[in-house]
């Protein structure tokens, strides 16, 4: 599949038809084609046109506009890291019956599987409503309507960005940039080995001010809960909302994933590091 072209590619009624991929399966030829057909992808692409259309119609000068996305540009990182860590990873969503399964949706289901498609991408119906009430707030402080809009196109832009190369780190393929191997290689030790560190996706600048950021393996100690966060079967025995929407007990490692293979590269750049 690999050696397909592009068009090729496009014909495979399994790629349109929107069904979950194994990243970890797939080329980068491939992650191109369902990225850009994704649904989610296509609905934060017509956002983005809508913000500018938004803009021009409410201008009310370039200090406005670009002042709102040099915030947003600095500020999404900052944003994700506090989201990702103290929201995404704490106990508190699933403790509770009515928050059990926007925990599942928004990240319990993805550590479970890291390579599943279907659920990397965060749900619109989360990620839009954080975006306006955070992104478009922030930009409505700095330049009023028009910031509003100019803000919440910049952070769906981003939001694209961070969810490309969060596939890419996912992905069954060797970036050849430097930069991109190594949040790749930072993103799976997240996955594999410690999940409490290594909040950021392409930007690990706040991980770094706040303690969480590590590269060797050998810097932290190897989780027992990598691949449910804390979810066990004990706590799903006195929790069990999450575990019935799931329909079973959680798994201390995915199915289907090669966990040999993703260790073997933690001990790579492990050696690498040292």
Known sequence: MSNQSIFQIMRNQDLRSGRSYDLGKMGLKQLWVAYLTHPTILLYFSLIIGCIVAVCYTFN??????SSIIVMIFGFPLIWYIIHRWIMHVSLLYRMKWSASLWKRIHFDHHQDPHLLNVLFGSPLNTIPTIIIIGGGLGYLVGGFCGFFASIGTAVYMSC????????????????SRYVSHIKQVHVLHHFHYEKGNFGITNYFWDKVFGTYYEDAKARPRSPTVFNMGYTVKEAEHYPWVMLKTGAPPRDRPAGSNFREHK???????QKAA
């Open 61 to 66: 000068g370039w200090v406005s506009v670009l």
């Open 161 to 176: 960005f961070y969810e490309f190369f969060h596939c890419i780190q996912h992905l069954n393929y060797k970036p050849k």
């Open 264 to 270: 073997k590269d933690c001990t790579q750049h492990t």
